[in-house]
Structures are given as structure tokens and as C-alpha cells.
């Protein structure tokens, strides 16, 4: 009996086990990416710029996390921690090859301890080495805050990671190209929903004004041009935060005019001592933050998870 | 008229207090500016392809102000392990389906009526496709 006699073979394919349900084909997009360093990029100031692009997404990944068990939908705290672990990939993927362009920033743990350079980043390193902008790590407050710092959040960094796709360092490259499809989604849920609350109810209108409002003061700091940065940009390894700024003011014009919102006209918070998040002086929300996500690993160094 | 609590202590405020008097229930989103608004997201049903499937599969349900947020919410619930690559959602309302006690009259008189089914015939030897 060959196989013509029926037409329903080709359909079914009993002898695998790649049942659509529970997913096939997985790949690793950084799989086969050469990791050693470019010459021309000193590992020191990469392992800072990637700090810089971790901490940002670790930092949004952990505040995002906290509307686990509070969000106002069912699919809403799906989507939200969907978008945390996005970043959360990312940071990981970051502080691995931080700790691997520069060894001398993964605090020293005991010796015996399993804890991968990566984790030891995350969760042993003190509030002043973190290299996040104030943006990421204001407290949360109702969920047209949380959309509101998402959608800014993302359109800054969707930007950013376009144009890191043509790194000079393969593992920043490809790091970029995973995270700009993530990006895209978390770009474009932030849109519709900012775009939802403002056409939608009084009450909404109201929380998501107010909501652009007290995030605004934080947006000038995710484009002031960086040292580490710009020796980077100058070996083709990095990308210039304040060329970022136009693309970042016609994503958000659009997203404020499709709102009918006007454009918020908020001062930039203060720096201190001409100082911000880029260089570890953060508000005491990290300090916070970081005692909540970091307790558990500290009090058990050695600890295998 | 809906009536809002201006000062929620659950500071989310996307959901109405509990003493809301609705004029209408209608299942139109809250998106379009002339339907009344509800309390509750319609219920849509979620259709997954897989990558190796021609045909798309119902995987569940979910619920949703519009279509467009329908599928949003398709992706990020019913995606999540590599399921698929084509996502359909329909509203439930919108689904017409076979009751129950009609089983019988439906389903029963096609039981003993195997010369329908194309491997019931021998294809001869000197037809090369079939």
C-alpha cells in the first residue's frame, strides 16, 4: 500500500511529536556569535556601555514585575510580565558580556560560590555601580504611569537598538537585533494603550495626563551625551544617545497627537552635582528597589538555584 | 450615566466602582465614541496556526475592548511558547455552534457510511496519482 492510497498522510505526521501546541522550533539568536572583543574597543568602556543598557532594562524588567498579582486585567499582567522577561533576556544577555569585555566589575563573592558573572551583577552589586537613567527606576504608580514610562521608555530604546544592530561588536550587534523585535511590541502596546486612556473615559484621560506629566522630567537625561559612550561611538561599537532625540520627539508627537495631548512641558529634574543616572547617582527609589530584589541572593552567597 | 470613584484606593481607575448604573448593555467597545460604555471586555475566541498546521486551531478564549486589542492580547497570552505564526480572533457572540442535544440528527447518520471516505476504494495498479 503506498502512500498515494491516502490523502491524509501528508497532513498528519505521526511519528514526531511537534505538535503545534506545545511550540517547535526554537532557536538562540545569539548562537554562534564570535565573542571576542574587536580590536579598537577597550573592554573597560564596553563593559560600562553594556552596564548602561543592562541596568536600564533590569531595573524596567524588576519595576514591571511588580504589577504580577496587581494588574487591572488578566491579559494586561500577562502582557506586562511578557514585556519584563523581554527585558529581562536582555539585561541578562548585557551584564554576560560586560563581565566578559572586563572581569574587574563582577563584585568578588566567596569562593565556591556558583553564582555566574551575570547574576553576580544583579544582585551583589551596590546602588552606586548601577549605570540605569533615573527614568527606569521611579517607583510605579497606577497603570497610566507604568504606560506612560513604557511607552517613552521603549521609543528611546527601540531607537537606540536600531541603530546598534551595525555595532562593531558582534555580541552588542546581535543583542540589538533580538531586542528590536522585542522592542517593537513593547513600543507599540505602550502607544495603544496611552492612545486607549486618553480617548476613553474622563477618569482615564485624567490619570494618563497627569501620568506624562510626572514622567517628562526624566527625559532630557536619556539623551545627554556620555563620555564612555562617545569613545565608543568614535570605534563603531556604541550609538550616540542625542542623535536619538529627534526620532524619539516624532514617535512621541504622533502618540501625543493620535491622545490629543499636548506636548508636556515639565523642567528636567535637577542633576546632582552636574551628575545622574549614567554616572550612579540615582533617587532613593533604587535604593529601595534593589534592597527588595537583591535580599534573597545576598543571604544566601553560595545558594544554587 | 456611569458613575467613577474619584478617588479609588486601588489607584488603577480602570474599571468602574462597584455601584455603576449602566443605561444599556451592548457588547460595542468603549474605543467608539457613541457606544455606551460597559463594565465588562466582550469575550473573543483565540485560533492559533502552527507552523507545520494548515489550519487554525482553537486554543481559548480571552476577553478584550476591541478587535484590535483582541489580538494584542492573543499574542501575548496564546504565543507565548512558540505556538504558532497566524493568529485569528472572533467574538463569541459571533460563533454559531452545534447544540448537544442535536448530536444525533448532526453527527450519528454519517457513522456507517465508510464508501465516503476516499481510502475505501482500491485505486488500480496503472493509475500513477491519486
Known amino acids: ?305 | 450615566m456611569i458613575h467613577f470613584d474619584t478617588d479609588p484606593g486601588d489607584g488603577l481607575g480602570a474599571v468602574p466602582a462597584a455601584d455603576t448604573t449602566i443605561d444599556s448593555v451592548d457588547t460595542a467597545t468603549a474605543c467608539d465614541g457613541a457606544a455606551p460604555i460597559t463594565p465588562e471586555w466582550p469575550l473573543y475566541e483565540v485560533f492559533v496556526r502552527g507552523k507545520r498546521g494548515l489550519n487554525h486551531v482553537h486554543v481559548g478564549s480571552l476577553h478584550a475592548a476591541d478587535s484590535r486589542m483582541a489580538l494584542r492580547h492573543a499574542r501575548d497570552v496564546y504565543t507565548r511558547r512558540n505556538e504558532g505564526i497566524s493568529v485569528w480572533v472572533v467574538r463569541s457572540v459571533d460563533i454559531v455552534a452545534s447544540s448537544p442535544a442535536e448530536k444525533d440528527p448532526f453527527f450519528a447518520p454519517s457513522g456507517d457510511k465508510v464508501y465516503r471516505h476516499p481510502t475505501f476504494y482500491a485505486i488500480p495498479d496503472n493509475v500513477p496519482h491519486m
Open chain 1, 1 to 305: 500500500m503506498n502512500d498515494h492510497d491516502s490523502a491524509y498522510t501528508e497532513l498528519v505526521d505521526a511519528d514526531t511529536h511537534d505538535q503545534w501546541a506545545f511550540g517547535t522550533s526554537f532557536d538562540d539568536p545569539l548562537a554562534g556569535v564570535d565573542t571576542t572583543l574587536a580590536d579598537g574597543i577597550d573592554g573597560a568602556d564596553l563593559a560600562m556601555y553594556c552596564l548602561m543598557l543592562a541596568d536600564d532594562a533590569l531595573i524596567s524588567a524588576q519595576r514591571l514585575a511588580q504589577w504580577c498579582t496587581n494588574a487591572p486585567e488578566l491579559e494586561e499582567e500577562v502582557a506586562l510580565a511578557n514585556i519584563g522577561l523581554d527585558l529581562l533576556g536582555q539585561a541578562r544577555l548585557l551584564l554576560a558580556r560586560g563581565a566578559a569585555a572586563d572581569p574587574t566589575i563582577v563584585p568578588t563573592l566567596p569562593d565556591g560560590s556558583p553564582v555566574p558573572a551575570e547574576d553576580a551583577l544583579a544582585f551583589f552589586r551596590d546602588e552606586p555601580f548601577f549605570r540605569c537613567v533615573r527614568l527606569v527606576e521611579l517607583a510605579n504608580g497606577d497603570f497610566a504611569h507604568s504606560i506612560a514610562r513604557l511607552l517613552v521608555f521603549s521609543t528611546y530604546r527601540l531607537a537606540g537598538l536600531e541603530r546598534l544592530r551595525e555595532s562593531r561588536d558582534p555580541v552588542l550587534a546581535a543583542v540589538a537585533g533580538k531586542g528590536v523585535k522585542e522592542l517593537t511590541y513593547h513600543r507599540d502596546y505602550a502607544a495603544r494603550w496611552f492612545v486607549t486612556l486618553a480617548n476613553g473615559t474622563g477618569e482615564s484621560r485624567r490619570r494618563i495626563e497627569r501620568a506624562i506629566a510626572s514622567i517628562w522630567p526624566f527625559v532630557d537625561e536619556l539623551f545627554v551625551p556620555n563620555p564612555v559612550e562617545q569613545r565608543l561611538v568614535a570605534v563603531g561599537a556604541a550609538v550616540d544617545s542625542s542623535t536619538l532625540r529627534s526620532e524619539f520627539d516624532s514617535v512621541v508627537e504622533q502618540v501625543l497627537g493620535a491622545s490629543g495631548l499636548p506636548l508636556p512641558t515639565e523642567r528636567a529634574a535637577a542633576l546632582v552635582a552636574g551628575k545622574s543616572g549614567r554616572d550612579g547617582i540615582h533617587t532613593e527609589a533604587l535604593s529601595y528597589l534593589l534592597a527588595e530584589m537583591q535580599s534573597v541572593a545576598r543571604a544566601h552567597p553560595c545558594g544554587k538555584w
